[in-house]
């Protein structure tokens, strides 16, 4: 399972996101599995890439492929651009998580 904690501030602003595990990959996944871990890889990498391109915000990123580790969080104020962009990946996973939800992804929030 990916386990997903988006990272809020006081004022209920998104600030960061972890997440760790995967969805799964077997030789006969069950349905959903391998598209689950494939959609919310595309929709992280795309944001992160699109932040880095598009805005100058500054942010800490951390991935260990094997454990399925990403760690991502704004190192200062966060601007507009980038204030969509991360908004837009939340609610992509949301989505997700509606979808297809456990044994697959679980999705919490913790205020920083």
């Given at each position: 399972?990916?386990?997903?904690?988006?990272?809020?501030?006081?004022?209920?602003r998104?600030?960061?996101?972890?997440?760790s595990?995967?969805?799964?990959?077997?030789?006969?996944?069950?349905?959903?599995?391998?598209?689950?871990?494939?959609?919310?890889?595309?929709?992280?990498?795309?944001?992160?890439?699109?932040?880095?391109?598009?805005?100058?915000d500054?942010?800490?990123?951390?991935?260990?492929?094997k454990?399925?580790v990403?760690?991502?969080r704004?190192q200062?104020?966060?601007?507009?651009?980038?204030?969509?962009?991360?908004?837009s990946?939340?609610?992509?996973?949301?989505?997700?998580?509606?979808?297809?939800g456990?044994?697959?992804?679980?999705?919490?929030?913790k205020e920083?």
């Open positions: 399972m990916i386990n997903v904690t988006v990272l809020v501030n006081s004022r209920h998104y600030v960061g996101i972890g997440m595990g995967h969805a799964g990959f077997a030789e006969n996944p069950i349905e959903g599995q391998e598209l689950v871990c494939a959609a919310v890889s595309a929709l992280t990498l795309n944001t992160v890439n699109s932040i880095e391109h598009f805005t100058h500054r942010f800490a990123v951390r991935i260990k492929e454990d399925g990403f760690r991502f704004f200062n104020r966060i601007s507009t651009k980038a204030t969509l962009l991360i908004n990946l939340v609610f992509g996973l949301l989505n997700i998580e509606e979808a297809y456990e044994p697959y992804i679980k999705i919490c929030f920083v």
